[in-house]
Structure formats: C-alpha cells, structure tokens
T-cell receptor, first 113, second 112 residues
Framework: GQQLNQSPQSMFIQEGEDVSMNCTSS?????WLWYKQDPGEGPVLLIA?????ELTSNGRLTAQFGITRKDSFLNISASIPSDVGIYFC?????????????FGKGITLSVRP | NAGVMQNPRHLVRRRGQEARLRCSPM?????VYWYRQLPEEGLKFMVY????????ESGMPKERFSAEFPKEGPSILRIQQVVRGDSAAYFC??????????FGDGTRLSIL
C-alpha cells in the first residue's frame, strides 16, 4: 500500500534549537495531519491542515500544507526535552467512504539537554 | 471526557489461538478505524466501521481477520488462528464523522 515519505529516520538536536521535518507523497491529499507518538502510547494529534497553502501554528509548532497537495512540513521552534518522540505525518483524502489515514514511517527526534 | 479506550493493553497468544481486541470510541463518536503498527513502522490502515456497518475494509487481510462495531458495545477486531506475523501493536481511532481521528493507546499483541 501507499506510504508517505519521511526522512531521515532519526534526528538529533540540541535543546533550544529549531527543527524542520518534511513529508512527501506521490499522490495528493485533501487533509494533512501531524501526530506525535511516545513509547507505549497512541499517536496524539499535533496539527491538522485542511487547505492547500495553509500555514497553522500550535504553540511552538508550525505546519504547512504544500500548494501541490503532495507535501507538508512541520517546524518545532526552541526545542525542549519533552519534544522527544516519534513524529508521523498522515494524509487523508476524506471523500465519502475514503477517510482512512495514510502514514509515513515517522521521524524519531532526540533532544540533547 | 474519556478518550478512546482499548483493552487489553497487552495480549499474549499462542499460535493457532484467537485474539480479540476491543475498542470503545470517544463519547459521541460513531466512526471507528483500526490500524496496525509494526516495530519502527508507521500505522497501516486496516478497516473503517460505522455503527453496524463496515465502510472500508481495504486494509484487512483476506483471511483470519474480522471486525465489527455493534449497535451496543465496543468495536471488536478478531484474529483467528494467530501466527507469529500477527505480532504488532493494534490501534483504534474514532471520530464523530469525517473529522479528525483520535487514537487510543493500542493493544500490543505478542504471539508465542
């Protein structure tokens, strides 16, 4: 099945630094979402994007829905230790019966204090 | 304000046994989705259900796997005659309609 592309698999940054993550797809989506997963838990929604070109912020997080509808990025500013986790992008067509999420493989973020 | 509840959190089965995973959606949510996650992988869609109906089962294996969401009670993902390859984390998500999906904390299935 289709999967979104997220790379690199792991990122290591210093506390206080900004970090950007990109997500690309070979096909278009109508909704892009970013989730964070901590060990032993389920994914938690960070940001949802519903319109091509949309730029949305949630505290220190900013995400954009690419104008081609085939990509999205997430930026975390002034990182802190609790930002550690796995960040997944997900795309959704959201048309009638087709409302499943297609996920990337995730990026594991480590933050050095 | 309970979130999506999944149980059990951990389930151990021997090869050939049956596994039943339960999911209670958030209050007011009538749409349920099941996803499977292998180690170091993203979540893979399995099935989408509304009350008493399967809407999309394009991600479900053709054999041994079934899902239901009855009028009363939780959604059930059932795996018959489990094999080692079924070992994974199974996540349920719910939504009030075609809106944002909220996830439970999953069931970790281990096959001996």
């Amino acid at each position: 099945g289709q999967q979104l592309n997220q790379s690199p698999q792991s990122m290591f940054i210093q506390e206080g630094e900004d970090v950007s993550m990109n997500c690309t797809s070979s096909s278009i989506f109508n909704t892009w979402l970013w989730y964070k997963q901590d060990p032993g838990e389920g994914p938690v929604l960070l940001i949802a994007l519903y319109k091509a070109g949309e730029l949305t912020s949630n505290g220190r997080l900013t995400a954009q829905f690419g104008i081609t509808r085939k990509d999205s990025f997430l930026n975390i500013s002034a990182s802190i230790p609790s930002d550690v986790g796995i960040y997944f992008c997900a795309g959704q067509l959201n048309t009638g019966a087709n409302s499943k999420l297609t996920f990337g493989k995730g990026i594991t973020l480590s933050v050095r204090p | 304000n309970a979130g999506v509840m999944q149980n059990p959190r951990h389930l151990v089965r021997r090869r050939g046994q049956e596994a039943r995973l339960r999911c209670s959606p958030m209050k007011g949510h009538s749409h349920v989705y099941w996803y499977r996650q292998l180690p170091e992988e993203g979540l893979k869609f399995m099935v989408y259900l509304q009350k008493e109906n399967i809407i999309d089962e394009s991600g479900m294996p053709k054999e041994r796997f079934s899902a239901e969401f009855p009028k009363e009670g939780p959604s059930i993902l059932r795996i018959q005659q489990v094999v080692r390859g079924d070992s994974a984390a199974y996540f349920c998500a719910s939504s009030p309609g075609m809106a944002t999906q909220h996830f439970g904390d999953g069931t970790r299935l281990s096959i001996l």
